[in-house]
């Protein structure tokens, strides 16, 4: 099985170093790793073309040889899929900060490269976000997410998603023990308030901050909620075809799209007691 990995925090993420130490204990995976230069977060969709990008390969651990771009994650999706080959599942993450409710998954550039790898290549895929900045994670945690993302994995690639499912976002939160839950979650509508903070440079200039003050409601059902109070594991799913209101998208699909979620979510649970239990 060919895996494309990429992310939208840069080639030095912990987070991008978590992934693939995870998918490289996987048995019969071949990996490329395409990443952006430099951090991209909230840049959604966006693909570089007015101006040329560099692509450059170093090696990682001796054995894996990474793509680095000085581009946005898009870019990278572009490049992978023209330049090196099909795969058959591209993973992206694990992003720095959850991507919960439907404003941070339109602007995360995490999410933004499983779906241009599902418009472009219509490859199936995964985001991975974490609800921490991978500074104080401790060694456990480290070691049972590890053991989530890989699961979920083998469960994608040995189970492949209904057709209607496009994108798979998996939310880790900032602590995992025995209790955890796994729960399949509709995405919040909104996460943040935006704020404009005002200043002045030296020279006497005005320049603006976009700030965003999260606003979270108590909710079983959403994934901002599950993740920010609850400290659940969330699993989400993106159908790019909803966003055009003439696509007719069968209910039966949909349900069908519904079980699927919901029966990785009950295998992720078996492995949580499972790890824990040894």
């Avoid at 390969?57 to 990474?66: A, H, N, P, T, V």
């Avoid at 771009?69 to 898009?74: D, F, L, N």
């Amino acid at each position: 099985m060919r895996i494309l990995i990429t992310n939208d925090d840069g080639f030095l993420s912990k987070g991008l170093r978590l992934l693939i130490e995870a998918v490289r204990e996987l048995d019969n995976v071949s990996i490329d790793v395409v990443v952006p230069e430099k951090p991209q977060s909230a840049g959604g969709l966006s693909v570089t073309l007015h101006k040329p990008l560099r692509v450059r390969k170093i090696s990682m651990d001796g054995d894996l040889e990474m793509f680095i771009i000085s581009g946005k994650p898009c870019d990278a999706v572009i490049y992978a899929l023209h330049e090196l080959g099909n795969y058959d599942l591209v993973l992206s993450g694990v992003n720095i900060g959850e991507n919960t409710s439907i404003q941070a998954a339109l602007a995360s550039g995490t999410i933004a490269a499983c779906l241009y790898a599902s418009l472009i290549g219509n490859v199936r895929s995964i985001a991975f976000s974490a609800d921490t900045d991978f500074q104080n994670v401790s060694k456990s945690w480290l070691e049972v997410s590890k053991h989530i993302i890989k699961e979920c994995v083998k469960y994608v690639s040995k189970i492949s998603p209904p057709d209607v499912i496009d994108v798979i976002s998996v939310n880790l939160p900032k602590r995992i023990d025995r209790y955890t839950d796994v729960r399949v979650c509709k995405m919040s509508r909104r996460k943040f308030i935006h704020r404009i903070i005002k200043r002045v440079d030296p020279r006497g200039g005005e320049y603006v901050w976009i700030h965003g003050d999260t606003v979270v409601r108590l909710s079983e059902s959403e994934d901002t909620p599950n993740i920010l109070l609850l400290n659940n594991i969330t699993i989400s799913a993106i159908c790019i075809r909803h966003i055009d209101l003439m696509h007719d998208i069968a209910s039966n699909n949909i349900e069908i799209a519904r079980e699927y979620l919901h029966s990785l979510a009950e295998h992720l649970k078996s492995v949580l007691r499972e790890f824990y239990r040894e």
